[in-house]
C-alpha cells in the first residue's frame, strides 16, 4: 500500500515575517500560537523544517508546545544546526555566525550551511523583500574562508599568532536566496612563492539553493605575523592622522610656504609583503 508523504512546514524567524506569507512557511512564533491555540490537534502529521532565522531555543519552544498538547509524536522535527565557534569566523556573539555543519567533504574541498540567526547583525537593520540580502552572502563566503582555515589548515601550521589579510574579493550573485535552507561549498589553493612564512590562498565559495548556484564569491587571502601587521597599522595610522592637519599656509597665513604634504601607502597588503 502507498503511503503518502506527510505535509512540510518550515519555519522561519519573526524577521522573516514578510516570507512567511509563502504557502507552507510559518513564523516560529504563530506555529507556537497555533499549536497552544489547539488548531493542530487532528493534524495527522508534518514534518517541520528549519528555515533561517531559528536557533535551538526556537526548536526547544516548539517542542515543549507540541509536548503540552500531546503532539509531539505526529510532528517531525529537525535537529539543531551545529555552528562553528565565533572565534573561528573573529566573531564576538554567535548570533553573528552565519556557518554551521562544518566539514571536509575531499581534499581542499568543504561544505557547510548557512544559519541566520534572527538578530543576525547584517539584517537587524536592513531587510529587502522577502530575498536574504547579497551582504549576508558576501559574509558568509568571507566566514566560510576563515572558518575553514581556522578548523582545517592553521592546526598544521606553525603556532604563531597569525592574522588574515585579504587582498581580493570578488562576488558574482546569480539568483535571489531565500531564508530556507542555503548550502556552502569551498575549494582552495595553497599559493606557494609569496613571501617565506606567509601562507597565502586562493579560495571560491558557492552558495547554492535547492541545487541551484546563487552567487559565487572568491577571494585571495594571506596570513601574516601581528607582529608584521601592528607595525605597520601604527605607521600608516600615523600618516593618516598627520594627513587631517591643516595645511601649513592656514596655520600660519603670514608664511607663504607651500603646504606639507603626506606620502600614504594605498594597499597595506603591498607593503606587508616586505615587512
Known amino acids: 500500500m502507498n503511503t503518502l508523504p506527510l505535509p512540510t512546514l518550515v519555519l522561519v524567524g519573526e524577521r522573516f515575517t514578510a516570507f512567511a506569507v509563502t504557502e507552507g512557511v510559518q513564523t516560529v512564533n504563530r506555529f507556537i500560537a497555533s499549536v497552544r491555540a489547539g488548531q493542530h490537534d487532528v493534524a495527522g502529521g508534518m514534518v517541520i523544517r528549519a528555515g533561517q532565522g531559528i536557533d535551538g531555543t526556537d526548536l526547544s519552544n516548539v ?143 558557492t552558495i547554492s539553493q535547492a541545487g541551484v548556484v546563487a552567487a559565487v564569491s572568491r577571494s585571495e587571502y594571506r596570513l601574516f605575523d601581528r607582529r608584521a601587521l601592528k607595525r605597520i597599522e601604527q605607521q600608516q595610522a600615523a600618516a593618516a592622522i598627520a594627513a587631517q592637519a591643516p595645511p601649513a599656509a592656514e596655520m600660519a597665513p603670514e608664511h607663504h610656504s607651500e603646504p606639507e604634504t603626506f606620502a600614504v601607502t594605498a594597499s597595506p597588503v603591498a607593503q606587508l609583503a616586505d615587512a
Open 63 to 205: 517542542r515543549d508546545a507540541l509536548t503540552v498538547r500531546g503532539l509531539l509524536g505526529r510532528f517531525q522535527l529537525p535537529s539543531e544546526s551545529n555552528t562553528v565557534p565565533p572565534t573561528s569566523v573573529h566573531k564576538h556573539r554567535e548570533a553573528n555566525v552565519l556557518i554551521a555543519d562544518l566539514h571536509r567533504a575531499a581534499d581542499n574541498r568543504y561544505t557547510a550551511r548557512l544559519r541566520l540567526a534572527d538578530d543576525n547583525e547584517l539584517i537587524v537593520d536592513h531587510l529587502t523583500g522577502t530575498h536574504i540580502q547579497g551582504m549576508v552572502l558576501i559574509e558568509a563566503a568571507r566566514q566560510m574562508m576563515l572558518a575553514v582555515t581556522e578548523e582545517f589548515v592553521r592546526p598544521a601550521m606553525p603556532k604563531r599568532d597569525w592574522v588574515y589579510v585579504m587582498s581580493t574579493l570578488d562576488t558574482r550573485f546569480e539568483r535571489c536566496v531565500f531564508p530556507v535552507g542555503v548550502d556552502l561549498e569551498l575549494t582552495f589553493t595553497p599559493v606557494p612563492g609569496r613571501g617565506a612564512g606567509r601562507p597565502s590562498f586562493d579560495a571560491t565559495v
